[in-house]
């Protein structure tokens, strides 16, 4: 064996145990037994985890305001820290881009500085009959999933026109439809309302985004996905109302899959009212709700109404990003910084009691690979690509934005008491993080052509 990792206790969704793990050539060649290798980690005490997978990231991603502060580089090295192996990024398609000038945009950005492994979504912004008749190349080449915005009227959002076909694109290639589930007709009338009465404060980003706006969308996609017979999976819902839609599709159908993210597990509307116009960083779409909805959010993770946790990474700067929505929360860019948070924030759910270990690593992990066509990953058994996290559960620290590899300014949850840590992460085989350390390469991740959805389903 190449590495050898024992005396650790080996989480997955199937089970907790303890048992060696041999590693040669990248993958993962025997569980259990003594395996001998050229370098042994003792995991005494410690977790050995699959490597997060983080399936909403926005690195690099242009705006009106800049780039986000992330990188390829930046963006991976924070996940690394975070103990998250593999992150499937958006592609953004520009206006007038076909879709492989967009993708070869990303390759261009991913390249030569991604430290962990990475796919691509495809997000179409300008859906022209040649943009859709292209779409169906795109499973063939590794991008298996395409995500389509009900909001930002005027800028991403689709019509129902286009809802429809792409899900029928997408039932007809292989690929699983991401919606970003918000009625942009009725949030920018309340944005219009709230502006000429006056409210141009952050807090008035949640009164433009009611639950019910959410809610609305939601019931909409999956039922025009139930019309086309496809798979879907809605990106970061937030709320009690958003999450029974998802339940009732679930039990009407399959290939209906949910997403929440990190931030709507622990924070609040009220945190939109923090002085300074500091409310402005967690200005985020679909808005924060209320703590009512984190019980609600945690039980649908235990009961599977949802299946996944992601980090909606979008890590713009509060200064000269976010203040320039200063005078008019509608400026606000939305979106926060996560990727490194993530794992630890959910494993907060493991101490807390609202999560088993089991359930932390499928919805961190297992779950993000299967439904998006990572066959190799998500998963400690022979065979699997070996991207492992060695994680202490016993860690008391202090989450604070001065620790964290990410560009952002700021994060969501500084001054956090935490538990538990990333303590050594392995990519394909290779020891990236250790000792609070970077001892990879830049540019050593590699892309992944995922497999088709529809084989998963
Ligand atoms: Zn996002």
């Known amino acids: 064996m190449d590495l050898v990792i024992e005396n650790g206790r080996i989480v997955t969704t199937g089970g907790v145990f303890d048992a060696s793990i041999g ?22 005490g410690r977790l050995i985890l699959p490597g997060g997978i983080d399936v909403h990231t926005h690195l690099d991603a242009p705006s009106e305001v800049g780039s986000t502060a992330d990188d390829f580089y930046s963006g991976t090295l924070a996940a690394a820290f975070g103990g998250t192996t593999t992150i499937v990024d958006f592609c953004a398609q520009a206006k007038g881009q076909s ?22 979504h495809i997000i179409i912004t300008d859906p022209t009959e040649a943009v859709l008749e292209e ?72 009164l433009s985004r009611p639950p019910m706006t959410e809610a609305e969308a939601t019931a909409r996609a999956l039922m025009l996905a139930e019309i086309a017979d496809a798979p879907i999976y809605i990106v970061h819902v937030t709320c009690e109302e ?119 690593v499928e919805i961190c992990s297992t779950n993000p690979a299967r439904i998006f066509g990572l ?19 016993d860690a008391d620290r202090k989450l604070v934005q001065s620790d964290l590899h990410h560009r952002s300014d700021y994060t969501h949850y500084d001054g956090r008491e935490i538990k538990g840590n990333a303590d050594i992460v392995i990519s394909r085989g290779e020891v990236i993080v250790e000792n609070n350390a970077f001892t990879g390469a830049k540019g050593r991740g590699q892309f992944i052509a995922r497999k088709k959805a529809s084989k998963l389903l």
């Open 23 to 44: 590693i040669k050539e990248g993958r993962i060649e025997q569980i259990g037994g003594a395996p001998a290798g050229r370098r042994h980690i003792d995991a005494r």
């Open 99 to 120: 879709l492989s000038e967009a993708l070869s945009g990303w390759h261009g950005k991913a390249g030569d500085k991604a430290v962990i492994d990475y796919g691509f």
């Open 135 to 206: 779409l169906k190349t795109l499973p063939d080449r590794g991008i298996t999933s395409f995500k389509l915005f009900m909001a930002y009227k005027g800028s991403q959002m689709v019509d129902d026109l286009t809802l429809l076909k792409t899900f029928e694109t997408a039932a007809a290639s292989g690929a699983i439809v991401m919606i970003h589930a918000e009625n942009g007709d009725a949030v920018l009338h309340l944005q219009r309302k709230l502006l000429a009465d006056g409210k141009t404060e952050p807090f008035s980003h949640a």
């Open 242 to 360: 958003a999450v029974r839609e998802v339940a009732r599709a679930r039990k009407r159908r399959a290939g209906v899959f949910a997403e929440t993210c990190t931030h709507y597990l622990y924070l609040t509307a009220e945190d939109l009212r923090k002085p300074g116009f500091e409310g402005a960083k967690h200005v985020l779409s679909p808005a924060l709700r209320q703590m009512s909805d984190h019980k609600v959010l945690w039980r649908a993770l235990t009961n599977s109404d949802l299946q996944v946790v992601s980090s909606d990474h979008a890590s713009w700067l509060f200064e000269g990003q976010k203040t320039v929505g200063r005078h008019d929360f509608t400026q606000i860019p939305n979106g926060g910084p996560g990727i490194e948070e993530r794992m630890t924030m959910v494993y907060q759910g493991v101490v807390q009691g609202e999560i088993g270990l089991e359930r932390f």
């Open 375 to 393: 066959t190799t990953k998500g998963h400690l058994a022979p065979g699997y690509d070996a991207d492992v996290v060695i994680w202490d559960p």
